[in-house]
């Protein structure tokens, strides 16, 4: 998932969260999701879908393993703060979009295995 502005790109795979500088390919920042090492941000895991609020001020990343979505730091990939959603013991976000807006929807929700 790319910036707005298309100069950093947001990737989520297994326990890390990851900025990178698309036109050096340098990492600016990656975060343990699993609460290991530098920057880590607690409790988040396996981030399954990014979504880019329209105006770049927060990634939104959906953690399926406890019904929620992190709002994170554009930059730093900190988190600030965490959106629980309706039914979330029972069910696991796959897919998030942004509306034009800003406004955040989840969608493509699962049941538990």
Known sequence: MFSPDRRLVYTGIAEY????????????????????????????ENPMSIAVAPDGSAVYATMPDVGQISVLDPRTGKERSRISLAGSTKLRASGLAVSSDGSVAAGGAMKPW
């Open 17 to 44: 969260f990851s900025i990178t500088d698309a036109r050096t390919g340098a990492s600016v920042a990656l975060v343990d999701l699993y609460g290991k090492g530098d920057g880590d941000i607690d409790g988040i």
